[in-house]
């Protein structure tokens, strides 16, 4: 039911685990299923320059959560904000579709990581 | 491969499906005929009949075929509700969807359903089910075993106070028929639903015990078969392999019960030693076979994808609700939070499972656990998880 390409990242995901001292922090849950995503970003020169990501969910939240950490890595923050499900889906190749709403958590997450490093640095 | 999830299915039996053979060929009679090709049929399908009665002691002429627990299940609750004048039903909130969905049609057309509570391990409470009888009670529908976390039910009991009142006793026994003894003279049962893929035998064919003089109408209509309550010439080539599953089962089951309680047992100690794991479902009132998990801060879909590609097939619970979100309604009625019903797993052992198959599933499993958990954001307590789930979520787009 999966394709691939998801498989490969929810069985050996990137940048999985806790990050310290992080300049960002999203996280966000699913109220349809009840799953739980936290990411992690470090920022450099108004780049991503490490992210991490920590969820209780699925076999596609792990896979979604892992791609879009590959996908906002060395990108600029407006560059990152622009990152959509539809991009970490199609990245993927797809999702079936009573998973479609998995990649919401990724999304949803980096964007909320991105705003809270923004309103951080506005202090 | 390792098969742990034969509360989905089991393999069909190679004795069951050389019994079939001859009725997928040459031995192809409509049993509603009357030439030797014909009758040859429906003797094959007359001793299939008395086997599945010897498996439960009931009669021959009380067995009633069917597609399978589904559909017997909807004969029986919908059958004997239109067949009555009373409108009120009582059943358990643990029950397989074949028995709630029905239930939740009969509420649309006019029946009033109770369904009992169960305590922590699944258990209805006797006295509930008196408590919740009225004058209109037209059936009692309590399941013999519960498919998801193995929980064996007070039917002897149940059906005693059923027969005290005079109420009509349905008992879906697809789980626990060829594993454990069902004798539905000794448990006051009316009706009883079996499935045969669930004991070795082929897919689509099942049975209804109705106990003789018990008022039900036909749902499905025709040709009058199988004492006009359903209609449709019969799958004789799956009933004749059902007949020799139940034989199979009723010789095997004593032996086999004792083996698997004790792989059972052992793959819980060996589980339970992995942090913040418990076991649902009763002790020691439980099936066999089976063994329900749950693992905290983590969730089962990804459990269950990571054994298979560790060779090993085990199951979440219901096979039907792999396609739907929704918690389990069986852990939800046990009184688990929604977060703490995300980490199930549900081992069921059968005839194929050996002592080398548990300890493979205890090496793996820790590994699997751990790392999931690396990758949880949750590793001591869920403090935070409301919070996660209600209060940040702003885009909670479905699609
Ligand atoms: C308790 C119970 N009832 C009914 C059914 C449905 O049986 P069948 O698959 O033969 O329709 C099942 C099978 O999943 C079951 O476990
Ligand atoms: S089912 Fe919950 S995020 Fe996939």
Not at chain 1, 58 to 70: K, P, Q, R, V, W
Not at chain 2, 221 to 226: L, M, N, R, S, T
Not at chain 2, 254 to 266: A, N, P, V
Request: hydrophobic letters at 35%.
């Amino acid at each position: 039911m999966y394709s691939d390409k998801l498989i490969e990242h929810f069985r050996n995901p990137k940048n999985m685990g806790r990050m310290e001292n992080p300049d960002g922090v999203g996280k966000a849950g699913n109220p349809v299923c009840g799953d739980v995503m936290y990411l992690y970003i470090k920022v450099k020169d108004n780049k991503i320059d490490d992210i991490k990501f920590e969820t209780f969910g699925c076999a596609a939240a792990i896979g979604t959560s892992s791609m879009i950490t590959e996908m906002a890595r060395g990108k600029t923050l407006e560059e990152a904000m622009k990152i959509s499900k539809q991009d970490v889906e199609g990245e993927l190749g797809g999702l079936p579709p009573i998973k479609r709403h998995c990649s919401n958590l990724a999304a949803d997450t980096l964007r909320k990581a991105i705003e809270d490093y923004l309103s951080k640095k506005k202090k | 491969m390792i098969y742990m999830d034969h509360a989905a299915t089991t393999p069909v039996d190679e004795r069951v499906v050389k019994a079939m053979l001859p009725y997928l060929s040459e031995k192809y009679g409509n049993p509603s005929s009357l030439y030797g090709l014909a009758q040859e049929a429906r003797k094959a399908m007359e001793d299939a009949r008395a086997k599945i009665a010897g498996l439960i002691n009931a009669k021959p002429e009380e067995i009633i075929f069917t597609s399978g627990g589904t559909e017997s299940d909807n004969l029986a609750l919908k059958g004997v509700a239109l067949a009555s004048k009373k409108k009120h039903i009582i059943t358990s909130s643990i029950e397989h969807h074949a028995v709630l969905k029905t239930c939740e049609w009969l509420e649309k057309h006019g029946f009033k359903v109770t369904y009992l509570p169960v305590d922590r391990y699944g258990l209805v409470k006797v006295e509930d089910v008196e408590k919740a009888i009225t004058k209109d009670t037209a059936l009692i529908s309590i399941m013999h075993a519960n498919n998801e976390i193995g929980t064996i039910e007070p039917v002897e009991e149940v059906g005693k106070i059923a027969e005290e009142h005079e109420i009509y006793f349905h008992t879906d026994a697809v789980q626990s028929v060829g594993k454990i003894p069902v004798d539905v003279e000794k448990m006051n049962i009316n009706l009883l639903s079996i499935s045969s893929h669930k004991i070795y035998g082929p897919k689509g064919v099942g049975a209804l015990y109705i106990r003789r003089g018990t008022r039900i109408e036909a749902l499905q209509h025709g040709g009058g078969h199988e004492r006009k309550l359903r209609s449709g010439t019969e799958n004789v080539s799956g009933i004749v392999g059902f007949g020799k599953a139940a034989e199979i089962a009723r010789q095997e089951m004593l032996s086999e019960t004792e083996r698997l309680s004790k792989l059972r047992d052992r793959l819980i100690e060996g589980a339970l030693k992995i942090e913040n794991s418990w076991l649902n479902g009763h002790p020691t009132k439980r099936l066999p076979n089976n063994a329900h998990l749950c693992f905290k801060f983590i969730e089962g879909e990804s459990l269950i994808l990571e054994l298979d590609f560790n060779g090993i097939a085990a199951g979440t619970g219901s096979a039907c609700s792999s396609r739907s979100l929704e918690p389990s309604h069986v852990l939800t009625a046990i009184g688990l939070r929604p977060e703490e019903t995300h980490g199930s797993l549900r081992f069921t052992l059968g005839r194929s499972n050996t002592d080398k198959d548990v300890e493979q599933v205890l090496s793996v499993l820790p590994g699997i656990v751990e790392r999931f958990r690396a990758i949880s954001p949750f590793k001591k307590d869920f403090r935070e998880y409301e919070s996660a789930l209600l209060k940040e979520h702003h885009s909670s787009g479905v699609d």
